[in-house]
């Protein structure tokens, strides 16, 4: 490329600043003038030459721009004609001559009159170049032409003839739509060739925001289209079946679903999965089988209480009337629900703890439920878990198989119809797991407040809040739930109940209870406490008080067929006919013998349905040192037995006991009631004590029973199940009690009229045991 030479020219013009508005060389347009500065600037034109300066102004808003606020690169223009309109304004027609530049202000006032310079390039650039240039810009407008649809073809067509560089690129800014400034950019460059390259420039960027704009327009375009298409698709269809007698069809299902979740108010995630169904269900031809599936899962979607819940009572006096009318005792767990609700009503944010009441059958747990949901103002519902050995029962099925359902969970959450109910999982201990899965790994999610509030059934794909609601379980013993499962729950245990329990249970919610359902009233039954509790003593024998209510039924039943075939008003139940109405007494109580005997002491048991004593025989037989166990006992029980043995060996000095028993005698220890499995430690201190008798001659005192698990240092370790084996050792007569020394602070949970009157002995050693259990000990 050449150098080129420029040759300046200078001039002095009246000068018009545009609003919005830039004036090209080369270019013919109209504009309205109103501003009298203005008119007077084109007056000044039209008396001598007829050229006016153009130039944009920086604020378009501006009435009277000043100096500062006028670009100063412009349009030398040619004032071609003047059109006087109505009013003040004038229209104008003007020619573009040669771009230049403001050099100074000569005059501001009435009108502006500016000295501008007008550089005019001598072209001597490289001709190929050049018509590159003019190539790449003509090639580029029309793309532009042609993506934008804003610009005559006819102006593309004229390009094209025009040799000038200078003019093609002057028309081709004036006839794109740009901003000011970019136009202004434009205008302000000087040298023809960098003014090509800045005008590609832009022309490319439009370019490429054109065709986003058509590919977005395509798109729109062609889902109104897909839409349109639907929509006749879906008239066709009504109509076909409107002449087939199916008026609605699936299509009026639809829409009926579609009413239901518009009024839901569901979750964002659960509203995006119905609408994905329902379309789905839309394409399905009438009676298609996976239509029927489609329609039982958004069944159970708009059935389940996404946002739904029940407003809690918070008054700890109501809750605490209700709790203490509907049971008597249960004080830990009353005590428990009346701390959560008082935390509720500090906080009125509290997740649902997960209680786990442990107990013997019988003894309340799942009554209690009830009551705690009727306090609380929350939904009841149960879920069963004994013999629950398939994952999918609690998880759900995947909907991939015939037949699949959503789990016990979220079909008690249906059932409660609220997502804060009362949820109680009974039997939680009976679960059991095959090949299907292991229900009670499923449960760790449900029971972990910290997971369970985006708890995801396999049916439904839906995560749902379970942090809301309270959960209950009930279990008769902690051996066979996993550990983790456990560590998610608060454990409270419940004790079987004494007899003092039972009579009180008896006598205000059972007999009332089993009254009202065999027709009879206080009028018609006389049963005074006393019988009741022999009722308690001799037919029946448990933890809780179930087999207790059958009696009393039963008993009832008896009494309204006397009042039916003998015409009497009124019968009375005691002591002296019982017999006649229940039979003979099926239990006996294993009293405290008459005198003090050697080689027998007595223990005390746990089982399932309270404690109990057991008397412990020992023989001793010349022999060889044969030891003999009988009684169905348990290894844990003989281990027991050779622990004691060897305690006794070990200290036969101590306790005048020939050290050569174990070479000379044959000891034979027997449990009677030989059919009843018994195990366990805690009977490990009695058959201690009821050896060293047998061996040393000294009886045992018949007032005296004991627990606790032997060493073979003779230390006494502690036990389990403390009221249960006291409550049974009252019963019997037993005056003394022996029990290991850590077991001290259990006694605080016995009933204080059972307290006084025994005399407790906490023992860390045998030597303890014997010098409390053996009558006139020598040692």
């Not at 027609?93 to 403001?102: F, K, P, S």
């Not at 009504?238 to 087939?244: P, R, V």
């Not at 009233?521 to 008080?545: K, W």
């Not at 019997?732 to 006694?747: M, Q, S, V, Y």
């Amino acid at each position: 490329m050449a150098e080129n030479i420029k040759k300046k020219q200078k001039k002095q013009l009246p000068l018009l600043p545009l609003r919005g508005l830039t004036v090209f060389p080369f270019m013919t347009l109209y504009f309205d003038v109103g501003r009298d500065k203005s008119i007077k600037a084109l007056e000044e034109a039209m008396i001598n030459d007829q050229l006016i300066f153009l130039v944009a102004q920086k604020d378009a808003s501006a009435d009277s721009p000043s100096a500062d606020g006028i670009y100063s690169i412009g349009t030398i223009s040619k004032v071609k004609q003047l059109l006087k309109l109505q009013g003040d304004t004038i229209r104008v027609l003007v020619e573009g001559i040669n771009r230049a530049e403001i050099k100074k202000f000569v005059q501001d006032d009435p009108f502006f009159i500016a000295e501008v310079v007008e550089s005019k390039t001598e072209e001597d650039f490289d001709e190929n170049e050049v018509e590159a240039l003019k190539r790449r810009l003509i090639s580029a407008f029309e793309e532009y032409v042609k993506l934008s649809g804003k610009v005559s073809p006819d102006t593309a067509l004229s390009v094209v003839e025009i040799s000038n560089i200078s003019q093609v690129s002057d028309i081709i800014a004036n006839n794109i739509p740009l901003k000011v400034e970019q136009k202004q950019a434009i205008l302000s460059e000087f040298h023809p060739l960098r003014r090509v390259e800045k005008l590609l420039e832009i022309l490319y960027q439009e370019i490429e925001i054109l065709e986003i704009e058509k590919d977005i327009n395509t798109k729109v375009r062609k889902q109104i289209d897909k839409l349109q298409k639907e929509y006749y698709l879906r008239e066709q269809m009504k109509a076909i079946q409107t002449e087939l007698g199916d008026r609605e069809g699936v299509a009026g299902e639809v829409e009926e679903y579609r009413e239901k979740l518009k009024s839901a108010e569901l979750p964002e995630e659960v509203e995006k999965k119905v609408q994905k169904e329902l379309d789905r269900l839309l394409k399905m031809p009438q009676g298609s089988a996976e239509g029927g599936v489609i329609r039982t899962y958004l069944d159970w979607i708009f059935d389940l209480p996404w946002n739904k819940s029940t407003q809690e009572h918070i008054d700890l006096k109501s809750a605490e009337e209700i709790l203490e009318k509907d049971h008597y005792g249960l004080t830990k767990v009353k005590e428990r629900i009346i701390e959560y609700l008082a935390v509720q009503k500090l906080k009125n944010s509290l997740k649902g703890p997960i209680l786990c009441l442990v107990g013997p059958p019988g003894v309340g747990k799942t009554s209690i439920a009830k009551s705690i949901a009727k306090a609380l103002n929350r939904n009841y519902v149960r879920i069963s878990l004994g013999g629950v050995k398939d994952e999918s029962e609690i998880r759900g099925h995947r909907r991939t198989y015939v037949g699949s359902m959503p789990g016990r969970i979220i079909s008690a959450l249906k059932q409660a119809g609220s997502n804060n109910p009362l949820i109680l999982l009974d039997e939680i201990d009976k679960m059991s797991s095959d090949f299907r899965g292991d229900p009670a790994s499923a449960m760790l999610e449900v029971l972990d407040s910290e997971q369970n509030f985006a708890f995801r059934d396999h049916y439904m794909e839906l995560p749902f809040n379970l942090s809301n609601a309270l959960f209950l379980t009930t279990a008769n013993t902690l051996d066979t739930i996993p550990r983790p499962l456990l560590d998610r729950m608060e454990i409270i245990n419940l004790s079987s109940y004494t007899e003092e329990d039972k009579a009180n249970i008896a006598m205000k919610y059972l007999l009332p209870k089993q009254m009202k359902l065999h027709g009879l009233t206080s009028r018609n039954i006389r049963i005074d406490e006393g019988t009741v509790r022999d009722i308690i003593n001799y037919y029946t024998r448990e933890a809780g008080v179930r087999n207790l209510e059958r009696e009393i039924g039963s008993v009832c039943r008896k009494v309204a067929k006397i009042i039916v075939s003998e015409n009497k008003k009124s019968v009375t139940v005691n002591r002296n006919n019982l017999e006649k109405f229940l039979g003979v007494k099926r239990f006996r109580f294993d009293y405290a013998g008459e005198r003090d005997e050697i080689g027998i002491a007595r223990g005390l048991a746990w089982t399932p349905v309270g404690g109990d004593t057991l008397s412990i025989e020992v023989n001793l037989m010349q022999g060889k040192g044969k030891l003999e166990l009988t009684g169905h006992l348990g290894d844990v029980m003989k281990e027991s037995a050779k622990a004691a043995m060897s305690f006794i060996r070990s200290r036969c000095k101590e306790l005048n006991i020939n050290e050569q028993f174990h070479e000379e005698n044959d000891i034979h220890i027997h449990v009677p009631e030989g059919a009843i499995p018994k195990d366990g430690p805690s009977a490990g201190i009695t058959l201690a004590t009821a050896m060293v008798s047998a061996l040393s001659g000294v009886p045992v005192s018949r007032k005296v029973a004991m627990t606790g698990e032997i060493t073979l240092r003779g230390r006494v370790l502690p036990i389990g199940g403390l009221k249960e084996k006291v409550l049974a050792a009252h019963r019997a007569g037993i005056e003394t009690i022996i029990l290991p020394i850590d077991n001290k602070k259990d006694i605080e949970e016995i009933p204080q009229n059972v307290r006084k009157s025994l005399n407790f002995i906490c023992a860390s050693d045998m030597q303890t045991v014997l010098e409390n259990a053996l009558v006139h000990n020598k040692v």
